[in-house]
């Protein structure tokens, strides 16, 4: 169906895609065979790698993941077709010693699956975008998992609006349809989806076209960097009320992944320039344990009824264990103690009350 269904409708609206090949599986019933999957390249489509034989990479050894990446180049070049310069790892599973062996064996980028800073799940979803300022290129992550059983226009519009001046959207489709009923993309929804970016004007490219849109060589201190810095909890939607003991606080849990807040902390400051540079002259609540989030009383200076005050809240993070434990086959032991760290977010933005 990637040749006969998907590259069709592709090529009818001018866009560009990459088909991530399992080299061991060509030529298996209801897979593409190799003519087929040169033809896909010669249409102009970018052919990747994803591996040679489709194993949980996490549980193999360095010389083993090598012969994954490597059989598969060679058996492209057996057909005929270039050396693959993507990768695509099997399951969305990723560690730094697949990294390091990609980089060695002349690739230039690498997509992953929404993991860690969403939970993984057969069905898909939404995740993060691709930001290339700060996302390294080996662990390019998949916003959205496409098909039958994630088909919601919410949830597409959503993943969508994730792209703009700074940042990708990276779309997944299994197969239109996939010989996996968890994973597959009916005709009738592909359609409609490419025709939806085109309407809209979203430019549609393989990662091989990536370069001409992204500084791949530009790269972030330390490659899960910005993964982990995106597993704790952030504060929003903050709100004050009025009580006649005084203000009230609350605030809302923003998070990707199965967790709650275990601690916070309130800093109430006579003016913005005070309370920007994290000083509470009127109340700092200190770092206190709890998970409230709302009917939280101010206990501070006593408050001049005429003047305007500035609040913001910072919040710590409570891992969700058995969400942990629910992953850990499909994680690195690196991420999976990452994600059990308890961290602790940046201020909220400000937010003003007067006491009338």
Not at 167 to 192: A, N, R
Not at 253 to 281: C, E, H, M
């Amino acid at each position: 169906s990637d040749l006969t269904i998907a590259a069709p409708i592709l090529k009818t609206h001018g866009f560009g895609a990459t088909f991530y090949i399992t080299s061991g599986w060509v030529g298996k019933p209801g897979r593409l065979n190799w003519e087929q999957v040169k033809e896909l390249n010669d249409q102009g489509f970018e052919i990747g790698n994803h591996s040679s034989t489709h194993p949980n990479m996490l549980h193999i050894s360095e010389e083993k993941i090598r012969d994954q990446i490597i059989s598969f180049d060679r058996a492209c070049e057996e057909n005929g077709i270039p050396k693959a310069r993507s990768f695509a790892y099997p399951g969305g599973h990723h560690d730094r010693r697949m990294v390091k062996i990609l980089e060695s064996e002349g690739y230039l980028t690498a997509r992953r699956a929404v993991s860690p800073e969403y939970p993984l799940y057969d069905r898909g979803g939404p995740g993060p975008a691709y930001n290339p300022s700060e996302d390294d290129p080996f662990l390019i992550p998949g916003t959205y998992v496409r098909g039958d059983l994630s088909s919601s226009v919410q949830e597409f519009g959503e993943a969508l609006g994730l792209a703009g001046e700074r940042s990708i959207c990276v779309l997944i489709y299994h197969g239109v349809p996939d010989v996996h009923p968890h994973c597959s993309t009916s005709v009738e929804l592909f359609i409609k989806d490419m025709q939806y970016l085109k309407d809209n004007g979203f430019t549609v490219i393989s990662a091989r076209d990536l370069a001409k849109y992204v500084d791949l060589t530009k790269r972030p201190r330390d490659i899960y960097e910005p993964l982990f810095a995106r597993l704790g909890v952030r504060p929003n939607a903050l709100k004050c009320e009025a009580s006649g003991d005084g203000p009230v606080f609350s605030w809302k849990i923003k998070t990707t992944r199965p967790q709650t807040q275990s601690a916070y902390q309130i800093l109430v400051a006579s003016s913005k320039s005070i309370l920007d540079s994290n000083d509470g002259d009127f109340w700092d609540s200190g770092k206190v344990v709890s998970d409230q989030t709302s009917g939280i009383a101010y206990s501070g200076k006593s408050l001049d009824r005429v003047k305007r005050f500035y609040w913001k809240v910072r919040c710590w993070n409570d891992p969700d264990e058995a969400e942990i434990k629910r992953v850990s086959n499909w994680s690195s032991k690196e991420i999976l103690g990452e994600m059990g760290k308890i961290r602790v977010s940046e201020y909220s933005s400000a937010a003003s009350f007067s006491i009338k």
